[in-house]
């Protein structure tokens, strides 16, 4: 029988051309000779299962790391167009959305609104109950933002406690009427974590003009915030030109304010305060006032908000401190001297928080020999809602040293009575807006009553601002508030009116 | 004594594992296998299960062997019980296969192919001659 013919070296030669040609997957069965050309046709087999594994592998790797760069790719476009605490816009994106809007605009679409929001008591939050609940508090309201908005408008939070909404296609009474829902929702208070959080929103809408660049409608609108900011907390303003030169005259004020404080242009008036039992002036308030070169005398309302925006109400606060404590020492050194006397100086909370303000206090009483009992600190409601570390320290500081604390225009802020339930003051200045109609409107005077019975079962004076009248002096002696400051006892007054003042009384009630 | 353990049909009717009196794990392939991934896993199983807690060379007969699937070849990679092995075969089949396992994947102990019985068991006893 003859031997079939073997041609395994030919479909070798054919199985390597097909690998060649890129077929990976071709194969050959060796014969079961096991010979020497078997050995090389398994090894090629097993060489090509390699090859096609390495492929594979290969294609694998180059699928997953294509992935990975797009994921990369996403989380990078990400970072650098979101806000990475709340997801929403940052101001690139939003700068992005405005330029298209506008871009749409010249084609003949309606020009965008854009709606700047500040959220009036974030910092408060922040500082009471810390930045994880701020920041759970950022995220719910760029939630409720979300919200309020179409799929086409943009929301973007630029940093801090401020938003910003590129509102399309929209007339000015949609945008107004978005504003104000968007205004009343913000009130509604917001569970952040454990805590209930209060906060309100100023928001500033403009109107983009076709031809106008994101720049500078982003600069109205924050005008427009600010000019809301300014007025009632939580409320909405729509950007006027004039807007934009009063903000320009605040930054100048705030260059001459800079010169002011280091010129000696300021003043202290002081105001005195009366003990309703006996008549008898036992301390006075220190008010600053600004001998303005151009403007004329200019009162505390005009340049304080300036002062606290630009960091100068530091500079500002010291120099009325010094000013006022170097009075009083020259008032104890003479007709003053073993009277009952306290100098009421008012202190921004932003001075509160400054490293060092405690010792600064005190070196400056020491240096005028001025005992601590003599000082007392006003500071506002609304400024003491910041209770953080750093003020209770350095109330406490004050406080162990002998210096007494109290709550200005109390009555006009948010949680009062919380306050009075603190351990950090002495003092509650009540505020005029409780004192006008005392006399007259028996609500206002029942009202006014249980205020002085709050604060007496604090255990902590009274001293009611704005009194006008006799009537409302008697009043309030009669309800058991101790002292009183107002028109009836005299306007602030230049220290050279309120020394004469202070000698004639020094003079008719002997220590 | 020689032992053998052998667990359920297919695939152990596929190979067999004992004990020889010298203390050296025999596994035998049957002849014309492709032996796959499953295969090798399941071998490395009866050797393990052999050696219960201590190491001992292994022999492999892989004589008449028609082809090592690459998985099969990254199980033999995994560290078992052997503490060396000995390939076995014939044919240039054979030593193409054998020298697929040993060059294309890292062994984890020394393992070497023997075209004969008698040098493999030496080598597996004695070791490389100093």
């Known amino acids: 029988m003859a031997t079939p013919p073997d041609d395994r070296l030919d479909q070798l030669l054919e199985l390597v051309v097909e690998l060649a040609s890129g077929d990976t997957g071709a194969r050959m069965t060796p014969s079961p000779a096991a010979d020497e050309i078997d050995a090389v046709i398994v090894g090629v087999n097993m060489l090509a299962e390699e090859l096609q594994a390495l492929n594979g592998d290969l294609e694998a790797r180059v699928t997953e790391r294509t992935v990975q760069l797009e994921q990369a790719h996403l989380q990078l476009e990400r970072l650098a167009l979101y806000d990475p605490l709340t997801g929403l816009a940052n101001r690139t994106l939003l700068g992005d959305r405005i330029s298209l809007a506008m871009a749409h605009a010249d084609r003949g679409a309606a020009p965008p609104a854009v709606l700047l929001l500040d959220l009036d008591g974030f910092k408060a939050v922040n500082d009471s109950f810390g930045h994880p609940v701020g920041d759970l508090l950022l995220v719910e309201i760029g939630r409720r933002l979300r919200e309020m908005v179409r799929e086409t408008d943009t929301v973007a939070r630029l940093g801090g406690d401020e938003f910003a909404l590129v509102v399309v296609d929209a007339g000015h009474e949609q945008v107004l009427a978005m504003a104000e829902r968007i205004r009343v929702a913000l009130q509604a208070p917001v569970q952040a974590g454990e805590q209930s959080c209060w906060v309100s929103a100023s928001i500033g809408v403009c109107f983009a003009v076709r031809g106008q660049d994101a720049a500078t409608l982003l600069r109205d609108a924050d005008t427009a915030m600010y000019a809301a900011k300014n007025g009632a907390r939580g409320s909405v303003q729509v950007y006027e030109p004039r807007m934009h030169a009063t903000a320009l005259s605040r930054v100048l004020l705030a260059e001459d304010l800079r010169v002011a404080i280091a010129d000696d242009q300021l003043l202290v008036h002081y105001q005195p305060i009366v003990d309703l039992t006996t008549g008898r002036t036992t301390g006075v308030e220190a008010l600053v006032r600004w001998e303005h070169p151009e403007r004329g005398l200019l009162a505390p309302a005009e340049f304080v908000g300036v002062a606290e925006d630009t960091g100068l109400v530091t500079a500002l606060d010291r120099w009325v401190l010094r000013t006022a404590v170097a009075q009083l020492a020259a008032w104890r050194s003479g007709f003053l001297r073993g009277h009952e006397f306290a100098m009421h100086v008012n202190v921004s909370p932003i001075e509160l928080r400054t490293p060092r303000f405690a010792e600064g206090v005190l070196d400056c009483l020491a240096e005028h020999g001025v005992p601590p009992g003599d000082l007392v600190l006003e500071m506002t409601e609304s400024h003491l809602m910041g209770e953080d570390a750093g003020t209770l320290s350095a109330l406490e500081q004050l406080r162990t040293a002998g210096i007494a604390v109290a709550i200005d225009d109390f009555g006009t802020g948010y949680s009062s009575v919380g306050y009075l339930r603190r351990m950090f003051l002495d003092v509650v200045k009540i505020d005029r807006s409780l004192i006008t109609g005392l006399d007259t409107d028996p609500q206002q005077h029942r009202v006014a009553a249980a205020i002085l019975a709050i604060v007496d079962a604090f255990g902590l004076e009274a001293v009611a601002e704005g009194v006008e009248t006799a009537e409302q002096a008697e009043r309030l002696r009669a309800l058991g508030c101790r002292y009183g400051q107002g028109y009836l006892w005299g306007l602030p007054l230049p220290a050279e009116g309120m020394t004469a003042l202070l000698v004639v009384s020094a003079a008719m009630n002997p220590p | ?130």
């Open chain 2, 1 to 130: 004594m020689s032992e053998a353990v052998n667990g359920p049909p297919e695939p152990d009717r596929l190979m067999e594992v004992r004990l020889d009196p010298l203390g050296i794990v025999r596994l035998t392939w049957s002849p014309g296998l492709q032996i796959t991934d499953t295969l090798a896993r399941r071998a490395m199983e009866l050797v393990d299960l052999t050696n219960t807690d201590r190491e001992r060379p292994l022999l492999v007969d892989m004589t008449g062997t028609a082809a090592l699937t690459r998985g099969a070849r990254m199980t033999f990679t995994r560290r078992c019980s052997a503490s060396r092995i000995a390939l076995l075969g014939r044919s240039p089949v054979d030593r193409v296969i054998a020298n697929f396992a040993l060059g294309v994947s890292s062994t984890p102990v020394p393992t070497r192919f023997f075209t004969s019985e008698l040098a493999a068991v030496a080598w597996l006893r004695h070791g490389d001659p100093a």
